[in-house]
């Protein structure tokens, strides 16, 4: 369609098609110019290695925690977000973003204080269960949820505002409770937003290094192995891995992609 | 008598910028009700309040003889109906209509599957039950809006402009359906809006709203004929409101002065009371004639009057008169060609006194 649209212009078409190129160059020339460095053999004879594939099984493992508690505790307070205007909420909302602008050794400092051995949330949690949150995969998911669980909650709240409410006054009118409502017509039409954001969540507690390490150096997640071979063995034995855990942890996403697709509604997909 | 489908003892409640204040009326079984009234007039904030979205401040709401107004909505059986019908868009027709039955807990397994069959061949949604509401017409979603209500057993109706977003043809059509479908289905309904055509269509009583309350109840020929005040006069279409004053009554004729000119009005045309008043003359009322008339009937107001404009409007032309006041008279595009007039010449214009109607000026 021809109109205003100023990509219509050449000049300008081309200026900005450099600047994107450069970009998405800027981003594919790292990770392409590590996986020349590496032969299937390397590959294999990393992936052979004990301690590197059980730092990335905890890896993904600890992630998938993540994210079911973020799912847990973020998409109540999505939801609320995006229905409700109350007093503070603007603070509210810009405590849900705080994570994103912390600094991650700062938080991993900052957890410690509260979930470290004399902490005040870890301490008592430690006497009364036993359960400890440094140096335990407890203290991994811990960091990993502070990090990554705005994503959740953003995302989710998208998908809720796109939800018409007059569709949840007419399930009322229908004969469903509240909680009816929220599972048979609001939860369903935001589904997408709230996969995407436990996706986002999830990659984004994948790759978390620096409030993981300050708060459980071990057991080793794959970040924390591979800067602990680089340390050790240098850059070639913490390159294979390098690759190896990128390559496993691009796998997973393109699946997960896939599979999201064809759950939950989606407006312009209908036919 | 039975007992109103519903019943409103003096509903106020402050929401907002919107408020409600003191409403009362009730409506029969098997009664459409339509509330007219201007965007902003509260229209929405009542049937929501019916419906137990809002909690009144204070009065009551009977549904079926049950006070409601404390009741959760889920509890009230009222069917209500969004502007372009709001239908699950991730679920089929059959599910949407599912939704209400399964409400309903009284209904479960084999019931609920005659129940559904009962429902879609009623309102002939058998082809179609498998489709995704994006995928349906106007009058298709009309009808499984209405199914997943039924479903759900409703003692009451609510419409909240159903079809104001639509052009006029297919609005046309499906109130037209819409009104067969309720005479039919024989619940109470209350349907809301701002079109003056749909109420005297659909009504069978009606409300006419402002600021949240109401001005006016009664029959559409009642409102349409006998405004109470100039606010519902123009609403309902009343176009010439003329300010005056009562000087004679004899023979069943109240004659009225005018600044610039007299009026005859049938004796018991409103305001009864008052010396001051405006007679209120609808521009379909008044005739056209290119000579002077005979003078014969005195029931009848003549006029001679200039053409000060001609206003297309659709099927019928609005003529714009000064008759020493203002009049504006709608003509067909026949009796335009047939009269041949034109911009700025004299023309006589006639009213008959049953034609007026008076209300009071405070």
Same mark, same amino acid.
């Given at each position: ?58 890896? +993904? $493992? ?55 051995r ?11 269960t ?14 990993? +949820? ?68 300050? +708060? ?41 992609? %896939? ?5 939950? #509604? ?6 | 008598?039975? /007992? ?7 509903? @106020? ?18 009664? /459409? ?35 409601v ?10 069917g209500?109906?969004?502007?372009? #019908? ?18 309903? %807990? ?5 019931k ?9 061949g ?6 179609? @039950? ?12 009309q009808?499984?809006a209405?199914?997943r ?7 009451l109706?609510?419409?909240? $402009?159903?079809?104001?977003?639509l ?16 005479? !039919? ?5 209350? #349907? ?24 006016q ?9 006998a ?12 176009e010439?409101i003329i ?8 023979d069943?004729?109240?004659?009225? *002065? ?13 305001a ?5 008043v ?29 053409? /000060? ?10 003529i714009?008169? !000064? ?6 008279? #709608? ?5 335009f060609l ?6 700025? *010449? ?12 008076l209300?009071?000026?405070?």
């Open positions: 369609m021809r109109g205003a649209n100023p990509l219509q212009s050449r000049g300008l078409l081309f200026v900005f098609s450099l600047a994107g190129g450069l970009l998405l160059a800027f981003i594919l020339i790292p990770l392409l110019r590590m996986y020349t460095t590496q032969t299937p053999a390397s590959l294999m004879r990393v992936a052979g290695t004990a301690d590197v594939m059980s730092a990335i099984w905890l890896s +993904l $493992e600890a992630a998938f925690i993540t994210a079911l508690l973020a799912g847990v505790l973020g998409i109540p307070l999505a939801y609320i977000l995006s229905r409700m205007s109350f007093p503070g909420k603007r603070v509210v909302e810009a405590l849900v973003d705080l994570p994103l602008t912390v600094p991650h050794t700062v938080v991993g400092i900052a957890l410690l204080y509260v979930f470290g004399t902490g005040i949330i870890g301490a008592p949690i430690d006497k009364l036993g359960l400890k949150f440094w140096g335990t995969t407890g203290g991994i998911v811990v960091a990993m +949820l502070f990090v990554s669980v705005p994503y959740t909650v953003n995302s989710a709240r998208i998908g809720f505002e796109g939800v018409d409410s007059r569709l949840e006054k007419v399930a009322r009118t229908l004969g469903a409770g509240p909680w009816g409502v929220f599972g048979r017509v609001t939860f369903p039409l935001a589904l997408r937003g709230v996969l995407t954001g436990l996706m986002l969540t999830y990659a984004r507690a994948i790759s978390e290094f620096g409030a993981v390490i300050i +708060l459980s150096y071990y057991p080793m997640t794959a970040p924390v192995k591979i800067y602990d071979l680089f340390l050790q063995t240098g850059l070639r034995e913490s390159t294979a891995m390098a690759v190896l855990f990128l390559t496993i942890a691009l796998i997973l996403f393109i699946i997960l992609r %896939q599979l999201a697709r064809g759950i939950g #509604y989606q407006k312009d997909r209908d036919s | 008598m039975s /007992v109103p489908a519903l019943i409103l003892d003096r509903v @106020s409640l402050h929401l907002g910028a919107f408020a409600l204040h003191g409403i009362s009326f009730s409506i029969e079984m098997g009664q /459409v009700f339509v509330i007219l009234g201007p965007s902003g007039a509260g229209k929405s904030v009542l049937l929501e309040t019916i419906a137990g979205f809002n909690r009144p401040d204070s009065g009551r709401i009977f549904i079926g003889g049950r006070d107004t404390h009741a959760s909505p889920e509890t009230r059986r009222i209500f109906m969004f502007q372009d #019908y709001a239908l699950f868009p991730h679920l089929t027709v059959e599910r949407n209509i599912g939704f209400g039955l399964r409400g309903r %807990q009284s209904n479960s397994g084999g609920g599957n005659s129940r559904m069959s009962a429902l879609l009623r309102l002939g949604l058998e082809k179609i @039950s498998r489709r995704k509401p994006t995928n349906l017409s106007g009058g298709e979603k009808r499984v209405l199914a209500a039924l479903a759900s057993e409703p003692e109706f609510l419409f909240d $402009e159903p079809l104001s977003a052009d006029v043809n297919t609005k046309d059509r499906l109130r037209n359906d819409l009104k067969t479908l309720l005479r !039919d289905l024989g619940i109470a309904t209350i #349907y809301v809006t701002h079109d003056q055509t749909e109420a005297l269509i659909l009504a069978d009583r009606m409300a006419v709203i402002r600021d949240g309350a109401l001005l109840v009664g029959d559409p020929a009642e409102i349409f004929n405004p109470a005040d100039e606010f519902v006069a123009r609403f309902v279409g009343v010439n300010d005056g004053r009562v000087v004679s009554k004899h069943g004729i109240s004659e009225i *002065e005018l600044e610039n000119g007299r009026i005859l009005v049938a004796a018991d045309n409103g009864a009371r008052s010396s001051h405006s007679a209120c003359i609808r521009p379909e009322d008044v005739t056209l004639t290119s000579d002077p008339p005979a003078e014969s009937g005195g029931a009848r107001n003549h006029f001679s009057a200039r053409i /000060v404009n001609i206003e297309a409007r659709g099927p019928v032309l609005k714009h008169l !000064d008759c020493g006041f203002h009049l504006s008279a #709608y003509l067909t595009r026949q009796s047939e009269l041949g007039i034109t911009k700025g *010449e004299k023309i006589y214009a006639g009213v008959k006194a049953m034609a007026v109607h209300i009071e000026r405070p």
